[in-house]
């Protein structure tokens, strides 16, 4: 079945420091991929999304490319700041469009 | 447009003891979904909907029921509380268009069994 395996964390930088969440999956087919983000005490939110090989999904000042030779979809960003503290969760949705699948979150806290 | 709601924000219940997550959505979706969130697990889907009348098992069924009567509404009713039912429980909707991916979650439901 499918399945997303997301680095572990939590994830500790500095202020403007750069940041990178490795995410890869398993998937029959051709899924479509996504970052959600989780701030403390809300549910989560799409962040960016790419559906097809070689897409970059951006917001915020985060990227990820779609990279179907490698499996993966790599959360990155430049310069962190304070208010990106948050979970990050990478998920991909294949066959039947209401359902996704979920890595197990990657807590990222930023300090000053 | 209050988008995806969920109600109770908090509860706890006793073993044994049965209860209702309720989930409203005022965006006309047709798909609407039932996760629970646990530590260093991620989310997990419990059940699933693609339109009134019709529901689905996720990956996580077991001591879980669902009805889909209206657009709107997707309840979740835990027939006899567990303690392995402690959990945050999130609802989502989102529309069938194609190309339109975006699920919107509601706030969560912190459930604790004793």
């Known amino acids: 079945g499918d399945s997303v395996t997301q680095m572990e964390g939590p994830v500790t930088l500095s202020e403007e420091a750069c940041l990178t969440i490795?995410?890869?999956?398993?998937?029959?087919?051709?899924?479509?991929l996504f970052w959600y983000v989780q701030y403390p005490g809300e549910g989560l939110q799409l962040l960016l999304k790419?559906?097809?090989?070689?897409d970059k999904g951006s917001n915020k000042g985060f990227e990820a490319t779609y990279r179907k030779e490698t499996t993966s979809f790599h959360l990155e960003k430049g310069s962190v700041q304070v208010s990106d503290s948050a979970v990050y969760f990478c998920?991909?949705?294949?066959?039947?469009?209401?359902?996704?699948?979920f890595g197990t979150g990657t807590r990222l806290q930023v300090t000053l | 447009n209050a988008g995806v709601t969920q109600t109770p924000k908090f509860q706890v219940l006793k073993t044994g003891q049965s209860m209702t997550l309720q989930c409203a959505q005022d965006?006309?979706?047709?798909?609407m979904s039932w996760y629970r969130q646990d530590p260093g697990m991620g989310l997990r889907l419990i059940h699933y909907s693609v339109g009134a009348g019709i529901t689905d098992q996720g990956e996580v069924p077991n001591g879980y029921n669902v009805s889909r009567s209206t657009t709107e509404d997707f309840p979740l009713r835990l027939l006899s509380a567990a303690p392995s039912q402690t959990s945050v429980y999130f609802c989502?909707?989102?529309?069938?268009?194609?190309?339109?991916?975006?699920?919107?979650f509601g706030p969560g439901t912190r459930l604790t069994v004793t």
């Open positions: 790419a559906t097809k090989a070689d």
């Open positions: 965006m006309n979706h047709e798909y």
């Open positions: 998920a991909l949705s294949s066959g039947t469009a209401s359902k996704l699948t």
């Open positions: 490795n995410c890869t999956y398993t998937a029959t087919g051709y899924p479509s």
């Open positions: 989502a909707s989102r529309t069938k268009r194609e190309h339109s991916y975006e699920q919107y």
